[in-house]
């Protein structure tokens, strides 16, 4: 028997662009210090990331006592699914290497560069003053920018753990529908179980008596995840070719639907 095809998707390098293009959670381990949420998180293309911690915390005290040294940290990024699944981390990327200080004279710069693809709010109380809210019942948070520089990309996630060599990091790009993926997940689950259940019948007869949920979408495929009296399953239905757009993306889906109203054809009387 000739070997399977093997199914379209995307590279390793892409889907964790995509996990950072989303602005997943991930926090920073430093260390003989608990680890640090890490609001921004943004990989430029020098091959470092830009990333905010406590401008008060002990991984920002710790790196300045450095001087240019530098110091050894992790940073984990959790990719979560857009609906409550029974098993919502989608996968994990671990980032290794050396974090360093941003020079005073650096940040300005830095800051522009990082918000203009990256407007994330946590920006604005990067080295300023801690003040207190409206109320004034609770601080404002600020932050310190730091930059880590890249020695090791590693992600796991259902099917096993990979490496990617910063390089390949650096040359991928996120999916052009990363950042309306969840939107669209969640609009099919409220307003178009239709939708999961054509999708469904797709799938292999021995998954189909379990409680079917969509888990990913992106220009290769549609991925749903089957939650069982067995476990989970997920499994990757791919488009007859990648996508690019919405208009694309929508034509596809209903071609995985099998729905015969495409490239012109309407329904009788319509």
Same mark, same amino acid.
């Given at each position: 028997?000739a070997?399977?095809?093997p199914?379209?998707a995307?590279t ?7 996990v ?21 998180h ?12 406590p ?5 920002? *005290?710790?790196v300045? *006592? ?22 919502p ?27 203009a *693809? ?15 809210s409206?109320?004034? $019942? ?30 390949a ?23 178009h ?12 007869v $021995?998954l189909?008596?379990?409680r ?18 067995d ?9 007859t ?14 071609i995985?639907m ?13």
């Amino acid at each position: 028997m000739a070997p399977s095809a093997p199914v379209a998707a995307p590279t390793t390098a892409e889907r964790i662009r995509s996990v950072c293009a989303r602005g997943a959670g991930a926090m920073l381990a430093v260390e003989h210090i608990e680890p640090t949420s890490t609001p921004v998180h943004h990989l430029l293309d020098d091959g470092s990331f830009a990333i905010t911690v406590p401008a008060d915390g002990a991984a920002a *005290s710790m790196v300045a *006592s450095t001087g240019n040294s530098g110091l050894q940290a992790m940073l984990e990024v959790t990719d979560y699914a857009p609906l409550p699944l029974r098993e919502p981390v989608r996968s994990l990327v671990w980032i290794q290497g050396r974090l360093r200080d941003v020079p005073a004279d650096d940040l300005p710069g830095l800051l522009d560069l990082v918000a203009a *693809s990256d407007p994330n709010p946590a920006l604005l109380q990067v080295n300023t003053v801690c003040s207190r809210s409206a109320d004034q $019942s609770e601080p404002v948070s600020h932050y310190a920018l730091l930059r880590l520089e890249i020695e090791s990309v590693v992600v796991a996630d259902a099917t096993g753990a990979e490496s990617v060599a910063p390089r390949a990091l650096l040359a991928a790009r996120p999916d052009p529908f990363c950042a309306m993926e969840s939107c669209w997940l969640q609009h099919m689950e409220t307003d178009h179980r239709e939708v999961i259940e054509r999708l469904a019948s797709r799938l292999p007869v $021995s998954l189909r008596r379990g409680r079917v949920r969509p888990l990913g979408l992106d220009r290769f495929g549609v991925q749903l995840r089957v939650e069982g009296g067995d476990g989970d399953h997920d499994v990757r239905l791919p488009f007859t070719k990648p996508v690019d757009d919405v208009v694309g993306l929508s034509q596809a889906i209903r071609i995985l639907m099998g729905c015969p109203f495409l490239n012109g054809l309407r329904a009788r009387g319509a």
